[in-house]
């Protein structure tokens, strides 16, 4: 057995495309994967509905569904006989550290890909598409960016939102007040709470965490985008053209496939577990079109 593990490993090592690794840097994903016969996924437990906690002890969601996938493509790419999935639970603020320190292989959540994260992270194809904005009471009576002037404002940790509010802030002249908190159910029951007027993030994960409280009259959506819909995508280790490949030959074959548009619907578009809430969101032009003509972004 340990002859054939070793036989594998040295085959596999040779079909690796060359990269230039540092003393610090970690090996390549998919020679660690062969080696161990497990791969590492990241995962939040309440970001519905893209990686949450169920009923049960395991992650489930639209990112997770489409990381499993990934997955068995790896195991039949390397041939091996099985392949232990490990969920590794991360935060806004220590995703990358994970990812780059190979404490994980693969975050399957919702983080946007952009251009200033690519210095540090690189993304698979894209999986979903959102813009910026922000949730209130709607007892509060805000609905436009300019409601937001003089108010508290909460954004996550780690996140782009941040950014996004104070460029906001400065060009505008809100005097915003602008909080942080470590994670994204916190900074939500900031303003259930009245501890701040508003939440500034993507869109779609605002209405998630509205649907969720069963009482979404409650609440108000911004009719305004802080900030334009941008992408998401798998978060992948920085430098590692093998995985990343890998990665985007899975997606790309479901994405091909059309059966991308079973698994959208799955979990955006009928009543997910456990409490059954349906985001009613069907597929939009500019995702759609995302699925036909992925495009690879850490492309030089």
């Known amino acids: 057995m340990q002859r054939s593990t070793l036989w594998l490993m040295l085959v596999f090592s040779s079909l690796l495309p060359a990269q230039a690794v540092s003393e610090d840097a970690q090996p390549p994903t998919l020679e660690t994967i062969a080696r161990t016969g497990t791969i590492k996924l990241g995962y939040a437990d309440r970001n519905i509905p893209f990686s949450y906690l169920g009923a049960g002890t395991e992650p489930i969601g639209y990112s997770i569904e489409l990381c499993l996938r990934v997955a068995d493509s790896i195991k039949k790419k390397l041939g091996l006989p099985e392949l232990k999935v490990?969920?590794?639970?991360?935060?806004?603020?220590?995703?990358?550290?994970?990812?780059?320190?190979?404490?994980?292989?693969?975050?399957?959540?919702?983080?946007?890909?952009?251009?200033?994260?690519?210095?540090?992270?690189?993304?698979?194809?894209?999986?979903?598409?959102t813009g910026t904005r922000y949730v209130a009471l709607k007892s509060s009576g805000l609905n436009t960016v300019a409601d937001l002037a003089g108010r508290t404002v909460v954004v996550t940790t780690g996140t782009i939102n941040i950014t996004q509010?104070?460029?906001?802030?400065?060009?505008?002249?809100?005097?915003?007040?602008?909080?942080?908190?470590?994670?994204?159910?916190?900074?939500?029951?900031?303003?259930?709470?009245?501890?701040?007027?508003?939440?500034?993030?993507?869109?779609?994960?605002?209405?998630?965490?509205?649907?969720?409280?069963g009482k979404p009259e409650d609440y108000v959506i911004s009719d305004e985008?802080?900030?334009?819909?941008?992408?998401?995508?798998?978060?992948?280790?920085?430098?590692?053209?093998?995985?990343?490949?890998?990665?985007?030959?899975?997606?790309?074959?479901?994405?091909?496939s059309g059966e991308i548009e079973k698994i959208y619907d799955k979990w955006f578009n009928t009543p997910i577990p456990p409490?059954?809430?349906?985001?009613k969101r069907p597929l939009p032009d500019d995702l759609e079109d995302a699925f036909r003509n992925p495009v690879d972004t850490t492309a030089e």
């Open 165 to 213: 509010l104070n460029v906001l802030n400065r060009k505008l002249g809100l005097n915003v007040a602008v909080l942080q908190n470590d994670s994204t159910e916190g900074s939500f029951d900031m303003v259930t709470e009245n501890r701040a007027s508003a939440f500034v993030m993507d869109d779609i994960l605002l209405r998630s965490f509205v649907a969720e409280t």
């Open 275 to 279: 409490n059954g809430i349906n985001l």
């Open 86 to 129: 490990e969920f590794v639970k991360r935060t806004p603020s220590n995703r990358i550290m994970l990812l780059n320190d190979g404490t994980m292989d693969m975050e399957c959540v919702a983080s946007t890909n952009t251009e200033e994260r690519r210095k540090a992270v690189w993304f698979s194809y894209s999986h979903f598409i």
């Open 225 to 256: 985008y802080l900030a334009p819909p941008q992408p998401y995508g798998l978060m992948l280790r920085h430098g590692d053209t093998g995985f990343r490949d890998a990665v985007n030959e899975a997606l790309g074959e479901i994405y091909a």
